[in-house]
């Protein structure tokens, strides 16, 4: 039969608006949380992490809410801009050496 | 550049060739990992080394054989692929044990 690809979610964001990206992770005993983007032909980027200890940390035009009583991750990016258009994958830390990846969501730009 | 360097960029083989992926990292970090990403599932973890010694092995085939001579190297050994080995494979280190993974731009292979 026909295969598939992987149907992700996109989400299209006005330039200068904030774009919100959600992520519901799998392993309620994971402690560590990352963000990365993904543009094409290009392996992920590290964007910004947090630990289970915290539940809000920011960076540079960017911040990252952790809430685990639902086991939910977002990402915020403020004042989106074109060169933030990419994929973004949110990443749980299972055990020791393992990093796990979700689906991923694409951020479109509109102008 | 994300200091982790993989080579080739492309790759085309038969199943019933025998080729290997490089990557090199410049970071001085002590952990590397290799990822497989495909078009129909989300980045996928095949093995992890810390200290050049294999960690984790993600029930990946035998078809697959990774080495980690030392902790700036990792080859990893293709035998037998079938086509739906066809992807795009993701190297990766990080300082210490899953701690922030830098990646590599990645080998898109293409198996006929």
């Known amino acids: 039969g026909e295969s598939v690809g992987l149907h992700l979610p996109t989400l299209s964001v006005q330039e200068g608006d904030n774009s919100i990206i959600n992520c519901a992770y799998s392993n309620s005993a994971s402690d560590y949380f990352i963000w990365y983007k993904q543009e094409s032909g290009k392996g992920p980027q590290f964007i910004i992490d947090i630990r289970s200890n915290m539940d809000k940390r920011q960076g540079q035009r960017v911040t990252v809410l952790l809430n685990k009583t639902v086991k939910h991750l977002s990402l915020q990016i403020a004042a989106t801009q074109p060169g933030d258009s990419a994929v973004y994958f949110c990443a749980e830390r299972v055990s020791g050496d393992k990093i796990i990846f979700g689906k991923g969501t694409r951020l479109h730009i509109l102008p | 550049e994300t200091g982790v360097t993989q080579t080739p960029r492309h790759l085309v083989m038969g199943m019933t060739n025998k080729k290997s992926l490089k990557c090199e990292q410049h970071?001085?970090?002590?952990?590397m990992y290799w990822y497989k990403q495909s078009a129909k599932k989300p980045l996928e973890l095949m093995f992890v080394y810390n200290f050049k010694e294999q960690t984790e092995n993600n029930s990946v085939p035998s078809r697959f054989s990774p080495e980690c001579p030392n902790s700036s190297h990792l080859f990893l050994h293709l035998h037998t692929l079938q086509p739906e080995d066809s992807a795009l494979y993701l190297c990766?280190?990080?300082?210490?044990?899953?701690?922030?993974?830098?990646f590599g731009s990645g080998t898109q292979l293409s198996v006929l």
């Open positions: 970071l001085g970090h002590n952990a």
């Open positions: 990766a280190s990080s300082q210490g044990r899953g701690e922030k993974l830098f």
